[in-house]
């Protein structure tokens, strides 16, 4: 069974950054394929990053060059720096493992394994 819990969500002004952090259990932080996902109020959960095992990534185009993900293997743990945010980057983030087929890294139905996610709120 694969658990993850995310934290380091918060508020901050806009242009601010944060960073996010999801503590895998053992072993799933080198699982197939772990994601970033984020899903506002009244909007579908949408994919944010993803990590591959051998480290490629991939970004939805409305976080390229701002959010970067990250694994640290020894610490079992993923990571999402977020900068320069803007007040549309308010939502809940989760964190995600699966083993996504093709090109599908930021598909969420994809993705087996979910934490319980943690609120990231960015004011104008």
């Known amino acids: 069974q694969v658990q993850l819990v995310e934290s380091g969500g918060g508020s901050v002004q806009a242009g601010g950054s944060l960073r996010l952090s999801c503590a895998a259990s053992?072993?799933?932080?080198?699982?197939?394929?772990m994601g970033w996902f984020r899903q506002a109020p009244g909007q579908e959960r949408e994919g944010v990053a993803s990590?591959?095992?051998?480290?490629?990534?991939a970004y939805a185009d409305s976080v390229k060059g701002r959010f970067t993900i990250s694994k640290d293997i020894a610490k079992n743990t993923l990571y999402l720096q977020m900068n320069s945010l803007k007040p549309e980057d308010t939502a809940m983030y989760y964190c995600?493992?699966?083993?996504?087929?093709?090109?599908?890294?930021?598909?969420?139905?994809?993705?087996?394994?979910w934490g319980q996610g943690t609120q990231v709120t960015v004011s104008s």
């Open positions: 995600a493992a699966g083993y996504p087929t093709g090109d599908r890294f930021l598909v969420r139905y994809e993705y087996t394994y």
């Open positions: 053992e072993y799933a932080i080198n699982w197939g394929c």
């Open positions: 990590i591959g095992q051998t480290g490629s990534t």
